[in-house]
């Protein structure tokens, strides 16, 4: 095939009046190559080998010589104002345009399908023939009235008499409606490959009847010396693997240059990235042709970034990714990371509207942003607060430019304003210079055509962008790699097609698909399968051979091959190298380490490596074995690991150095300790890049605050609990509860009511709008508190303690929610019949409380939490009466889950016991091994095992959990343990001792 073609060209190319027509460009550059690598042809005229497309629009301009082939911008601003009137005609209650291709209850939003409607312009034409027997031209304005004729015909004839009358007015034509003949000028046209060209069908008869043209077709078959190679793997990344092994091969066996082989791939959007990568890996130089539109590209995004923020106002993500973006160049870096965040911070994550209390009518809307820097924790924001002024009001500038022209003014002061172009990565000129000649195009286009403005230029330019295909050129030589069927005509050493799937090989030229199936089998179309037509061609098109690689199982799912590859029965993991290469240097450098682990002296190290391969080696090297320091380096006074636990958990007492342990602090450190030295001692922040409407603990102090200002109150009266009222709060207790809630909300105004923490103004609106919900949800609380505990008096709340004897190294510390005392003599106490006053501790949850056994010791890591052993011990020395009862009382729902001892709801006679089954129930006796003692005991030795590795810093207590260790923030920075070949080998067995281990 190559040869018929190379034979036709170099008799014909020598004759000026040759035209040589190809389907792609990409077939007709390389062609023009093959012709000037005879050098015996000389120079040829470079206007001899053009495009099908081409072709089509120089012999139709002939026939229009006073019209111009209408430009696709102006279909689209055609599209966009037709749709936008037959919004405004349905506003007005007139009969809009369409009633079927849009419906009226969504013509409001209609503007999404304006991609859908200039797709169907240029077969209208043909449409309109097909449908009424009359060509377009020859029409007089009569609508016909054929059968069968619907609501969607009269849609569609609308539609094209609209576009008509649009192109006669502006003195355009649409080539797809111009009827041939063609005219050549003369010339004598080659017409390459029109089984592949989708509507050639149209032209067939006219082209094959004119004596000016020859048409060169794909062979029926391929000779059995040309059939392909074919592949078949398990699985996508086997395939994409073999394939580059395959292609280092033919490169190094048979010396085919990098530029000669082409790879051609169906479902680009699953397999390039992991191509490209494993083309990079295995040192594969690739010059892409995949073209991309221009937005989908980092460098594009800036435009609908842009669009982003105004339409979503300025919401954290919106704004975020737009200066977060680092492919743009940024003026200010260090002012984003600061606006970014105090957004974080002050939880700026959307706008929202605002309207008086009981009035209707117009709308505030509230910038988030604008809103928290009013507040009081702006005050030190002033250089972000000026930045996004600025940068609000060039936004705004580029959304509400009136026409194209003012777009261009608008960006070249917003570019002048917030980016420093010298600092600007090479890719991402290249695509905001492609941005700008786009804008610069319709701008233009804009002057030529001024009667068909567009309502919102910067939309619509955003939408051209996402529909305008831009391919950056990286380097000029390597492998080429193009989507499936953009280089099936161009002539190649090596063809290699990826992903050979049925799916994804079946081409099919449908015409009319904007119709339903119903109309287009009434109009007699039928779709042309072209698939096996570009398979042939793939093939005869590999001078040296071509190769089909497929997969079983693909990112997409499970595949079958296409059914005219001759591929084998079952799929492989790899087929070897084939043609014998040098083979698999990722796989050569394992097997050596392997070797060395059971034979060193049978290891054999690879002779080469790839690059990454290399540069792993290196970048571990450096760390194993780093440079001795600088002496001045090395004298540097550095703060030890003890010497940072004691600055942050040890304090003076008594004229000694003492550990406060706490709760919080066992419990972080028995999850792990190198959580616990993260989290705890070296204070590592956990970067957040984004924001929440509140934060997690805002509204559980909210309720804390709330109950233990009703306890206070409750104490002033005496302190005994009062039974319920009919199953509701005694009223005064519902006034001491309403107090509580005032107070709480009205101190919530303060920046530092949370712990110092400044609390957003976002957060603070939202906390005042709770204050109802919490009114009522803490009185639903207080009903069901007081269900188990009327008659008790409340001893403390939010009580801080502190506990040391006089040898210990440690001081406990912990704050009780609330501490009861049993006044009843009713002989349910303590659960053992005494009738002596006992304690009780109640810890408030917001929701959900700890696991039972994390609580008792049961589960396989023993006591995990220790929140009321530490309280119960923390109570009774300091001289409150024994706990015999101690629970986790949630709030939402209310509901309580005791540990210690057992309750009972009173307001029913033999109310419900928590725990109900008596073997759940842990009480308090005399005898030392009970189930209470020991997790006492359990809990002193975990706090004096705690103090010791604290403070000589010799920790053991690592997680050995694969599901914990995932979880944790810090996995990124800490791994327990490594897989290598399949087993799984803890590194962290405690401190390393040897110096560099």
């Known amino acids: 095939m190559q040869r018929i073609i190379e034979m036709i060209l170099s008799e014909n190319s020598a004759h000026s009046q040759r035209l040589f027509v190809f389907p792609s460009e990409i077939a007709s550059s390389r062609w023009v190559d093959r012709v000037l690598q005879d050098s015996s042809c000389g120079t040829r005229a470079m206007d001899q080998f053009i ?80 449908k009424t027997g009359t060509p377009l031209g020859q029409h007089r304005g009569t609508k016909p009235r054929s059968e069968p004729w619907d609501s969607i015909d009269d849609d569609l004839y609308t539609l094209t008499i609209q576009y008509r009358q649009f192109l006669n007015d502006h003195r355009c034509f649409e080539p797809a409606w111009e009827t041939p003949p063609f ?148 003026k200010d870096p260090e002012t984003i990371a600061q606006l970014m965040d105090f957004g974080i911070k002050n939880n700026c994550i959307c706008s929202w509207e605002e309207e008086e209390e009981g009035e209707e009518g117009p709308k505030t809307i ?100 996402k529909e305008t295909w831009y391919l950056a050129q990286e380097r000029d030589s390597g492998l080429r790699v193009f989507p499936y069927r953009s280089a099936a005509a161009a002539p190649f050493d090596w063809h290699i097609v990826i992903g050979a799937t049925q799916k ?66 079952e799929p492989k993991i790899g087929y070897g190298a084939s043609p014998p290469g040098r083979g698999d240097l990722f796989r050569e450098e394992q097997e050596f380490y392997h070797a060395q682990q059971g034979s060193p002296d049978k290891a054999r190290f690879p002779q080469y490596l790839y690059t990454v391969q290399k540069e792993g080696f290196d970048a571990w090297y450096a760390r194993r074995f780093p440079l001795r320091k600088p002496e001045s380096l090395e004298t540097m006074q550095r703060p030890t690991l003890q010497g940072l636990i004691q600055e942050r958990y040890c304090q003076s007492l008594d004229g000694s150095r003492v550990l406060r342990v706490s709760a919080s602090v066992l419990e972080s450190y028995y999850r792990c300790a190198l959580y616990w030295l993260f989290d705890r001692v070296l204070g ?10 509140m934060a997690e603990h805002i509204l559980g102090t909210v309720y804390h605050q709330v109950l233990d200002g009703f306890f206070k109150r409750v104490k002033t009266t005496g302190g005994v609990l009062a039974p319920l009222v009919q199953g509701k709060l005694p009223e005064a207790y519902q006034r001491f509860l309403e107090q509580s809630v005032g107070e709480v909300f009205c101190f919530s105004r303060e920046a530092d009511f949370f712990s110092g923490a400044a609390m957003s103004a976002l957060t603070r609106r939202l906390l005042q709008a709770q204050q109802r919900v919490v009114q009522e949800q803490a009185a639903c609380f207080l009903t069901s508190f007081l269900r188990y505990f009327t008659g008790f008096r409340v001893l403390g709340s939010e009580k801080q303690l502190n506990y040391r004897t006089g040898i210990d190294p440690y001081l406990l510390t912990g704050t009780i929610d609330c501490i009861l005392e049993d006044l009843r003599d009713d002989g349910v106490s303590a659960g053992s019949g005494d009738a002596a006053d006992t304690g009780v501790i109640v810890d408030f949850k917001l929701r959900n409380p700890p696991h039972r056994n994390r609580c008792t010791g049961k589960g396989p890591q023993g006591l995990e939490n220790f929140q009321l052993p530490l309280y119960l011990t923390l109570a009774e020395k300091n001289g409150i009466p024994p706990i015999h009862r101690a629970l986790f009382f949630s709030m939402i729902p209310p509901k309580p889950q005791v540990i210690f001892g057992m309750i009972q709801d009173q307001t029913v006679p033999e109310g419900k016991k928590i725990p109900y089954r008596q073997g759940d129930r842990i009480e308090r ?7 209470f003692h020991q997790i006492l005991h359990e809990f002193d030795c975990k706090v004096r095992q705690y103090a010791s590795e604290a403070v000589s810093g010799n920790f ?41 281990a």
Not at 925 to 931: A, G, H, I, N, V
Not at 975 to 989: E, H, M, N, S
Request: net charge negative.
């Open 51 to 130: 495009t099908w497309d081409t072709f089509k629009q120089e012999a139709l301009r002939s026939q229009q010589q006073d019209k111009e082939p209408v430009p696709p911008v102006l279909r689209k601003i055609f599209v966009t104002r037709l749709i936008a009137e037959n919004a405004a005609q349905v506003t007005r209650g007139e009969a809009p345009w369409f009633s079927s291709l849009i419906p009226q209850e969504y013509a409001s939003i209609a503007g999404r399908l304006a991609s859908w409607f200039t797709a169907m312009l240029p077969e209208l034409g043909a449409w309109f023939a097909k």
């Open 366 to 465: 509230i910038d988030a942003w604008e809103d928290a820097f009013a507040a009081f924790s702006a005050s030190r924001e002033e250089r972000a607060r000026l930045w996004y002024y600025g940068l609000k009001k060039g936004i705004l500038a580029l959304y509400r430019a009136s026409s194209f022209g003012e777009l261009l003014q608008e960006y070249y002061r917003f570019r002048e304003r917030f980016f420093d172009m010298e600092q600007c990565l090479p890719k991402t000129n290249a695509l905001l210079a492609r941005c700008v000649t786009e804008l610069l195009s319709i701008a233009t286009l804009e002057k030529t055509f001024p009667d068909v403005p567009v309502a919102n230029p910067f939309c619509f330019f955003v939408k051209h962008l």
């Open 684 to 693: 590592l922040a956990r970067v957040r890049m984004e924001t929440t409407l």
């Open 925 to 931: 006796t005399d005898t030392p091994e009970d189930t």
């Open 956 to 996: 053991s207590t690592f997680s050995t959990s694969e599901t914990k260790c995932f979880s944790c923030p810090w996995h990124t920075l800490c791994r327990t343990g490594y897989i290598v070949a399949g087993t799984k080998c803890p590194i962290i067995q405690g401190i390393p001792q040897e110096q560099g």
């Open 504 to 569: 994804d090989l079946s081409i099919l030229f449908s015409h009319f698909g904007f119709l339903p199936a119903g109309k287009r089998v009434q109009l007699g179309i039928t779709d042309q399968d072209a698939s096996e037509a570009f398979i042939r061609l793939y093939t005869l098109n590999g001078r040296k051979g071509t190769a089909f690689f497929c997969a079983q199982h693909t990112f997409s799912g499970y595949a079958l091959p296409h059914s005219s590859l001759k591929v084998p029965k």
């Open 183 to 330: 005219d050549t000028q003369g010339n004598q046209c080659f017409i390459f490959f029109p089984e592949i060209l989708s509507d050639f069908k149209r032209y067939q008869e006219l082209l094959e009847n004119t004596g000016q043209i020859t048409l060169v077709r794909i062979p029926d078959s391929v000779p059995e010396r040309q059939e392909p190679k074919t592949f078949f793997y398990t699985n996508s990344r086997n395939e994409i693997t073999e394939a580059a092994l395959f292609i280092r091969a033919l490169v190094e066996t048979e010396g085919v240059p990098w530029e000669s082989i082409a790879v051609s791939v169906p479902d680009m959007e699953h397999y390039e990235p992991y191509l490209l990568r494993e083309f990079t890996n295995r040192n594969i130089p690739v010059v892409s042709g995949m073209g991309k539109p221009v937005a989908s590209y980092p460098g594009g995004q800036l435009f609908p970034a842009i669009e982003a923020c105004v339409s979503r106002g300025f919401s954290f993500d919106a704004l975020a990714n737009l200066l977060l973006n680092s492919h743009l160049p940024w």
